[in-house]
């Protein structure tokens, strides 16, 4: 069954999951990082789904690969600032622990998709040998 709009994607899903967490979490860091670091985080994170459905109604592989490439460098980006945020204690270990295995279920899903669509087109992949974030 061929998917028809972005919102089924169980990796668009996922982002928005990643998002919402995002704010969630970002809402009690100190208000000397409300313009910083928890920006940073939130533009990031609304960046993974909003890449996906921007790629995905372009409808040709090539930029729709392109997109989701800008996907999994958001997810790294995110994954950068949440081991800083932990670092200064804004996000205690264990919400880091589990935003990071939900973060790399992100990455693997994106890197999976960009290989199917790698195989549909023909293209070698390009992101074997990246590990997740």
């Not at 670091?37 to 040709?60: D, H, W, Y």
């Not at 992100?106 to 590990?131: C, F, N, Y």
Request: proline share 4%; net charge neutral.
């Amino acid at each position: 069954m061929k998917v028809k709009d972005y919102k089924e994607l169980k990796v668009w899903q996922k982002g928005i999951e990643i998002a919402d967490k995002t704010y969630t979490l970002t809402e009690a860091f100190p208000k000397n990082e409300l313009y910083g670091l928890a920006a940073q985080m939130r533009r990031a994170a609304v960046s993974i789904p909003s890449n996906i459905a921007e790629g995905f109604v372009r409808r040709g592989p090539k930029e729709y690969r392109r997109f989701l490439h800008v996907s999994l460098g958001s997810c790294a980006e995110l994954d950068t600032q949440m081991i800083i945020a932990n670092r200064r204690e804004y996000v205690d270990d264990r919400e880091f622990e589990r935003f990071a295995e939900e973060l790399n279920h992100e990455t693997r899903m994106l890197v999976s998709l960009i290989g199917k669509i790698d195989a549909r087109v023909g293209h070698e992949p390009r992101v074997t040998g990246h590990e997740p974030c």
